[in-house]
C-alpha cells in the first residue's frame, strides 16, 4: 500500500478557519472536520506523541487525500461542517441519529390562512411552525387553536372576487359554529387576520400577551354589557390558560433562550434541546449520537447545538450550556449558569437527558447483556481506582456465637454475577475466643494459600466485610504470600456504607445510588447470608452434641460421631440398639437406650410405687 506524503500536504493548507476533508485510497470521503486554524488541526493527527484512541490511529492510516474549505469565520467553518457531514455521511464522522422529518404547523400563504400539520415543507411562502420531536403536543396545540379560534378548513379559493360573485356556500363547519363563513362574507377578513395574528403568537410562546389581551376584551365586554361577547371571550379565556397550567413555565423574564445539556458514554452520546420563549418551554428534543472517534463532550455538543438551531430555525441570542463552550460568536451569549431560574432550566434540561440516556442504554443492554457487564465492570473500575477489569470478585465474612462456633465464608462474583459453585467455608482452627479480626486473617491466608498451590488464577477484587481492623488483618495475610500488590483489596464498613483502602486513613464515599455500590453491597449481603447459614448449621450441630454429652459414657467424639452416622438426635432416639451399636459399643448404646426410653407420667410412678 502506497505512503501518504502528509508533509507535502499540510504545506499547502493556510493557518485559517474552515473546513477540511479526508480522502481514502478509493477516493471515498471518510472525514469531515472543522478547526479554527486548520494547519494547526490537520497536523495534530499526524503528530506521533498525541495520545490518541485505536480509532483514530485506523482513520488516519487511511487518508490518502486532503481538501479544505477556507470560510471568515469559525461560526461559518461550524455551520459549513454540519451542512457536509449531512450532506455526505462519512464513516468516521459521528452520527445524529433521530434524524426522521419531524411534522410542522403550517398556516398557508392564502387568503383566511388555513392551519394543519404537515411533514413535508414547500417554499410557497408560507409560515412554518415547528419541528415538533412530540406529535402529541402538536395536535394537543392545534385542538386548542381549532376550540378557540374558529378557522376554515375547507380548500376553497375565497379570493375577493369569487367571494363577491356569491361563488360559495356555507358547509355544516358553519352550521356547528366551527367557521365563521368567510366564504358569504359573514366574516371579514380583518378580523379572520386578527385571530390569526393571536394563533401565532400563541404558537410562537407569547400566549401570555393573548391571555392579557382576551382579559382586556372580556372585561370590556362586561362593562359595555355585552354578556354574550364576555361569554364566548370567558371560553377562550378558560382554554387559553388551562392550555399554559400544562406548559412548563419558568420566570417569565426569560424571555428568548436555547438551553442545552449532554450526557456521555463510551459509544454514544445525547443531547437534550429546550426552548423557551417567555417564560414557557414551547419545544424540547433529546438526540443521540454516536462517536466515530475519541470526540470531546465540547465538539459533540457544539455539533448537536447547530444541528438543533438549524433544524427548529432558531435565531435566540443566548444559550444557556452545562459548560464554557470556546466558540468566537459576537451575536450569540454562551452562559453557564450556577444559580437561579436559568439553573433551573439546566438542571431541567439534565434530567431530561440523563432519563433519555439511562432508557436508551436499558434497551441496548437488555438486547446485548454482555455489553451491560462490560459496561458495569468498566464503571467499578474507574470508580474504585484499579488498573483492570474485575472480572472475578471475592468477599469475606466472619460469623461467631458470643465467641463460639467462629466460621468465615467466602463468596465469588464473576462478570458482577454469583459463581455459587466457587462459594467456600472455612472452620476456624488456629483461633480461641472471640478474635474476629485473627478469624480474619487465618480465612484469607488459607483460601489463597491454596489458590497459589492450585496455580488458580487470583480474583482482581478482594472484598473484605468490616472497618480497618479486618482489612489489615486480611493484608498481613496478603503481604504473608507476597501477592498484596497483585488483587486490589478494600473493606466495606456496614454503618455508612464507607469503603478503606490499606493504608489510607481516609475513606471513599460513593454515590448511595451507584452502580458500584449496590455490586459490593450485594456481595457483603450475599457473604453474610452463606456465612450465617453456615454458622447456625454449626451452632445447632454443635448444641446437640452438647446434649448427647448428658448421656453417661458419651464423649464429645463419640457425640459427633454418632451425629454424622444418624444425621440428627430424632433418628438416634428412634435407633434400635444393633444400629447403635455401628457406631458404639453395647455398654454406650445401652445407656443411649435408657437415657431416650419413654417415661411414664409421675402420678403413674407413683401410683406403681404404692
Known sequence: MERFDYRAALKNIPHRPGVYQFWDSENELIYIGKAKDLRNRVTSYFNKDLNVNAKTRVLVSKIRNITFTIVDTEVDAWLLENSMIKKHQPRYNVMLKDDKTYPWIIIKNENFPRIFWTRRIVRDGSKYLGPYASVSMMHTILDLIRETYPLRTCNLALTRENIDKGKFKVCL????????????????????????????????????????EMKAEMDAAVADMNFEL?????????????????????????????????????????????????????????????????ESDEELLTLAIFEFRSRYNSHSKEIIVPFDVHLEDASIKFTVPKLGEKKKLLDLSQKNVQFFKREKIDQYEKLNPEVRTERLLTQMMKDLRM???????????????????????????????????????????????????????????????RMLDEGTELPQLIIIDGGKGQLSSAMKSLKLLGIEKQVTVIGIAKRLEELYYPGDQYPLYLDKKSETLKVIQQLRDEAHRFGITFHRKKRDKGTLATELELIEGIGKTTAEKLLKYFKSVKKIREAKQEELMEVVNLKQAKAILTYFAPRLPEHVENANME
Open 173 to 212: 363547519e358553519y352550521q356547528l359554529g366551527n367557521c365563521k363563513g368567510p366564504c358569504q362574507n359573514f366574516q371579514t377578513e380583518e378580523d379572520y387576520d386578527n385571530s390569526i395574528e393571536e394563533i401565532k403568537d400563541i404558537l410562537n410562546g407569547k400566549i401570555n400577551n393573548v391571555v392579557r
Open 230 to 294: 364576555a361569554h364566548k371571550l370567558k371560553r377562550k379565556y378558560d382554554l387559553l390558560e388551562k392550555y399554559q397550567s400544562k406548559s412548563t413555565v419558568v420566570n417569565s423574564s426569560i424571555t428568548d433562550v436555547d438551553v442545552f445539556s449532554i450526557a456521555s458514554e463510551e459509544k454514544y452520546a445525547f443531547v437534550n434541546f429546550l426552548k423557551v420563549m417567555n417564560g414557557t418551554i414551547i419545544q424540547t428534543q433529546t438526540i443521540e449520537l454516536k462517536k466515530r472517534l475519541d
Open 387 to 449: 488498573n483492570q477489569l474485575p472480572r472475578h470478585i471475592e468477599c469475606f465474612d466472619n460469623s461467631n456465637f458470643q465467641g463460639k462456633y467462629p466460621v468465615s465464608a467466602i463468596v465469588v462474583f464473576k462478570d458482577a454475577k454469583p459463581s455459587k459453585k466457587d462459594y467456600r467455608h472455612f472452620n476456624v482452627k488456629t483461633v480461641e475466643g472471640p478474635n474476629d479480626f485473627a478469624t480474619m486473617e487465618e480465612a484469607v491466608h488459607r483460601r489463597y494459600r
